[in-house]
């Protein structure tokens, strides 16, 4: 990693499952869980990064990193991949439902199949993973589920209506979730971003003004990167956060 982050021993050997974790901030937590002992499992449908990730990180490390392929939008594919990794890491006592795609769309432009598309990417897939690894998070006595959000559900922005609403809906699933697997000793709490600077960000939305205009709304003027989030995601996952559940932690440089 490029920043420091602190040890957690009680990571060590706990299964980890992470959605999009093939690039980006997804990348950046597989890294981490991985250099914390974990074993961890991801899921993309990004082969070709995914399988460099794994390769880069199968060194030198307590375990390697395993990688399925699978599509969150389907439901069943989503099943199969998160029964396979428990077969491979064992129980998984952290999932961290990181997948997501920020889409602009014209008011006028979306489409209720684009609407669709957008819940199916955004949201609704956290549900389903939650509901498939709850068990296991029982019988082995408990576990940590960190929800992405994002900020831009508050900043009133206009080209992406279905991300917000999807984005928006992550923090009420976040608190009932909460509510209901408490009882088990089941933590859910959500991480909002701000703006992170990522090869995609900067491929298809972001330049220099807009990275600009972003800083200066923030108390932190520097770009944010995908290492910004591991230090709180790794915090939620371990038991240093044992008492905390049904939060959410803005993760914006200032900007809330």
Same mark, same amino acid.
């Not at 699978?70 to 077969?87: H, M």
């Not at 199949?113 to 389903?128: P, Y």
């Not at 770009?223 to 939060?247: E, F, I, K, N």
């Given at each position: 990693?490029?920043?420091?982050?602190?040890?957690?021993?009680?990571?060590?050997?706990r299964g980890v499952f992470i959605s999009g974790g093939g690039s980006g901030i997804g990348a950046a937590l597989v890294e981490a869980f991985?250099?914390?002992?974990? &074993? %961890?499992?991801?899921?993309?449908? @990004?082969? =070709? /990064?995914?399988? +460099? *990730?794994?390769?880069?990180?199968? $060194? !030198?490390?307590?375990?390697?990193?395993?990688?399925?392929?699978?599509?969150?939008?389907?439901?069943?594919?989503?099943?199969?991949?998160?029964?396979?990794?428990?077969?491979?890491?064992?129980?998984? &006592? %952290?999932?961290?439902?990181?997948? @997501?795609? =920020? /889409?602009?769309? +014209? *008011?006028?432009?979306?489409?209720? $199949? !684009?609407?669709?598309?957008?819940?199916?990417?955004?949201?609704?897939?956290?549900?389903?993973?939650?509901?498939?690894?709850?068990?296991?998070?029982?019988?082995?006595?408990?576990?940590?589920?960190?929800?992405?959000?994002?900020?831009?559900?508050?900043?009133?922005?206009?080209?992406?209506?279905?991300?917000?609403?999807?984005?928006?809906?992550?923090?009420?699933?976040?608190?009932?979730?909460?509510?209901?697997?408490?009882?088990?000793?089941?933590?859910?709490?959500?991480?909002?971003?701000?703006?992170?600077?990522?090869?995609?960000?900067?491929?298809?939305?972001?330049?220099?003004?807009?990275?600009?205009?972003?800083?200066?709304?923030?108390c932190l003027k520097r770009s944010l990167t995908p290492a910004d989030m591991v230090g709180p995601c790794l915090y939620l996952a371990s038991?240093?956060?044992?008492?905390?559940?049904?939060?959410?932690?803005?993760?914006?440089?200032?900007?809330?």
């Amino acid at each position: 990693m490029s920043v420091s982050v602190a040890s957690y021993p009680d990571l060590r050997d706990r299964g980890v499952f992470i959605s999009g974790g093939g690039s980006g901030i997804g990348a950046a937590l597989v890294e981490a869980f991985v250099h914390q002992g974990s &074993r %961890v499992a991801f899921i993309d449908i @990004a082969e =070709d /990064d995914s399988n +460099a *990730l794994v390769a880069r990180l199968s $060194e !030198g490390v307590a375990h390697r990193p395993v990688f399925v392929k699978a599509d969150i939008r389907d439901i069943e594919d989503l099943r199969a991949a998160i029964a396979l990794a428990t077969a491979r890491i064992g129980p998984v &006592r %952290v999932l961290v439902n990181n997948a @997501a795609r =920020d /889409d602009r769309h +014209a *008011l006028d432009e979306l489409s209720p $199949e !684009g609407w669709d598309e957008s819940q199916a990417v955004n949201l609704r897939h956290q549900f389903f993973a939650a509901q498939a690894v709850a068990q296991s998070m029982r019988e082995a006595g408990g576990g940590s589920i960190i929800n992405f959000s994002s900020i831009a559900f508050m900043l009133n922005m206009g080209d992406v209506p279905a991300y917000a609403t999807a984005k928006a809906g992550v923090i009420g699933l976040t608190k009932s979730l909460a509510g209901k697997l408490g009882p088990d000793n089941i933590r859910v709490n959500a991480i909002l971003p701000g703006m992170v600077v990522t090869e995609r960000q900067l491929r298809l939305w972001l330049d220099e003004d807009a990275i600009a205009a972003m800083q200066d709304q923030q108390c932190l003027k520097r770009s944010l990167t995908p290492a910004d989030m591991v230090g709180p995601c790794l915090y939620l996952a371990s038991d240093a956060s044992r008492g905390m559940t049904a939060q959410s932690m803005i993760i914006d440089g200032g900007v809330f």
